[in-house]
């Protein structure tokens, strides 16, 4: 863009300068002219309304020195200066956010357009340039980013919480809990965090710092009455910690620790807020920041509470099912009697809680003598994996030996008078089931006589090392009657001497991403390759190497016959 003025001579019709002055007074837009040297030869009214300066005041002044003004209200040097490089070069120039210097001395921030004044041979007289005040857009745009700043923000506390709540309750190890949350806490929110947690004595002890630090933890500390962390778990309220709060002499061991944590990582800046259930105060997290110019603030103080209650929960939750799961542990082991002295015969027997989940569960293994000196074995499942199926199978393996014991007929006929009275006499909904009869003389020869209620199948290895599964007298598991007689069946199968038998639970060969075919395939090949091992050293290897991940628990039950000539 290039304004032409006539020449000394002008031209009939041209405007005047009173109807040019008339014409830029009009104009929605600030405009001035320079001469050649930069000096303002002309402006409009606006331009005096929006630079705040008297337009007779303007004229003759140095445009460059009286208005161009860096964001920054440093005076913008010549050589750089957009306009100035219009009269240097000839060439138009614009500004989308540039700034002049107001008469009172702020700032003006403005969208400009200047092009040079080129007379009709050519030669640059000056620059016009026209220019608008942006104040409104610029505060309409920084309220937007604003805005944005604080949706995604918003956002990103969103994210973490919702992170931390998963962490959270992916274990219900407290230890490895509380170290994912340090480490998602740190760097995205703070720049250290540490949470100690409440044991017996009015004591604190430091469980996770991170990042690490040489005093992570150590012996339990007391934390007096009156103490910044006694008034956190007491009252179970959040504080701010600013630079005043963090320097006062510490009044406890476990405060002095927290200052010396605090000078050496620098911290300016905390938040120490209660690890609580809906009853009671577990613990308290801390994080800090180190920068001066990045305090925490109320909108902090907030999340970080809320974490600390999420945290909290998921610590007694993990302290409550670990005081379920020890005793449900204890229960079960107590319930599983000792095995038996039978001289001629050798057993071993192994039971393994869950390594996820609920822990214990409805597996269990029995072995017993009869009146007429048989030995009975048992192995079976009650559905269902906690505290309730282990209580429900303690009542299934006392019937099971009640009715055993009664009388002394087939496998079967016990398993068919036990499928009738449980629902009768017990809480059990279904289960499965092998009770069998190991029956020989000291000398052999033996045979297995057994009947199965839905439960996989006995595994017989020989001496040779050939292990083959006894999946004959598969019959309806314990429960589903279905309103029919049943009609269980005994299986008989003779054993050689010196054979094993291994007798065990689903948990032995399900495994999440495997089938049941493949878990049966591992358990025969690794039985058959170990047989020859001792019986205890057999179950030991068996447990072993069962595939990592199995959510549900395991009973085992092994016997081995005595070698040909062997009788006791």
């Not at 038996?340 to 809680?353: K, T």
């Not at 050689?496 to 358990?523: F, I, K, N, Q, W």
Request: proline content about 7%.
């Amino acid at each position: 863009m290039r304004r032409h003025l006539p020449s000394a001579h002008g031209h009939a019709g041209l405007p005047d300068q009173r109807l040019l002055q008339a014409a830029f007074d009009s104009a929605g837009a600030g405009i001035y002219l320079t001469d050649l040297a930069g000096l303002i030869t002309m402006a409009n009214l606006q331009a005096g309304a929006l630079l705040g300066r008297p337009v007779a005041e303007m004229l003759g002044a140095d445009a460059h020195d009286l208005l161009h003004r860096g964001a920054d209200d440093g005076l913008t040097p010549r050589s750089t200066c957009r306009l100035m490089g219009v009269l240097e070069h000839g060439r138009p120039a614009r500004g989308d956010e540039s700034t002049f210097l107001r008469g009172d001395g702020s700032l003006l921030p403005v969208s400009l357009s200047a092009a040079p004044i080129v007379q009709e041979g050519g030669q640059v007289l000056g620059v016009i340039v026209v220019f608008t005040d942006i104040t409104e857009r610029l505060n309409v745009s920084r309220q937007q980013a604003g805005h944005l700043a604080m949706l995604e923000d918003f956002n990103a506390r969103l994210t973490l919480l919702t992170e931390i709540t998963s962490v959270l309750t992916q274990t219900l190890d407290v230890d490895e809990a509380l170290q994912r949350l340090g480490r998602l806490i740190v760097p995205r929110l703070a720049d250290w965090a540490m949470v100690d947690l409440r044991v017996e004595h009015d004591e604190v002890e430091r469980v996770v710092v991170i990042p690490p630090a040489d005093q992570v933890a150590g012996s339990p500390l007391p934390e007096p009455p009156g103490s910044l962390l006694a008034r956190v778990l007491d009252r179970g309220e959040t504080v701010l910690l600013g630079p005043g709060d963090i320097a006062p002499k510490p009044d406890s061991g476990m405060a002095a620790a927290r200052r010396e944590l605090f000078a050496a990582r620098g911290v300016v800046s905390a938040i120490i807020t209660p690890l609580r259930t809906q009853r009671q105060v577990l613990g308290a997290l801390t994080v800090a920041r180190t920068d001066p110019a990045r305090p925490f603030d109320a909108t902090d103080v907030t999340l970080v509470t809320d974490i600390g209650r999420r945290a909290g929960l998921a610590v007694g939750n993990a302290r409550l099912f670990g005081r379920q799961r020890e005793v449900a542990e204890m229960m079960q082991r107590h319930l599983l009697a000792p095995l038996p002295q039978v001289g001629h015969l050798e057993m071993a027997a192994r039971y393994l809680p869950a390594s996820v989940g609920s822990q214990v569960g409805g597996d269990w293994y029995d072995a017993f003598l009869l009146p007429d000196g048989v030995t009975a074995l048992v192995i079976g499942d009650v559905v269902g994996h906690d505290i309730t199926a282990a209580a429900e199978m303690a009542q299934l393996r006392s019937m099971v030996r009640t009715l055993a014991w009664d009388r002394c007929v087939s496998p079967s006929l016990v398993v068919n008078r036990v499928d009738q009275a449980m629902s009768a006499v017990t809480d059990v909904p279904m289960a499965t089931m092998i009770l069998a009869r190991v029956e020989g003389s000291e000398d052999g020869p033996w045979r297995l006589r057994w009947s199965n209620a839905g439960h996989p199948p006995p595994l017989l290895v020989t001496p040779d090392g050939h292990a083959r599964y006894l999946e004959q007298g598969q019959d309806l598991l314990l429960g589903l009657r279905l309103g029919i007689e049943s009609t269980r069946r005994d299986a008989v199968e003779p054993m050689p001497a010196g054979s094993t038998l291994v007798l065990y639970t689903d948990g032995l060969v399900e495994s999440p991403g495997s089938d049941l075919a493949t878990g049966l395939a591992r358990l025969r090949a690794q039985a058959a390759a170990i047989a020859h091992l001792p019986l205890e050293d057999v179950c030991d290897e068996i447990v072993r190497r069962i595939p990592y991940g199995t959510t549900d628990d395991v009973a085992l039950l092994a016997l081995r016959l005595p070698a040909c000539g062997a009788g006791a």
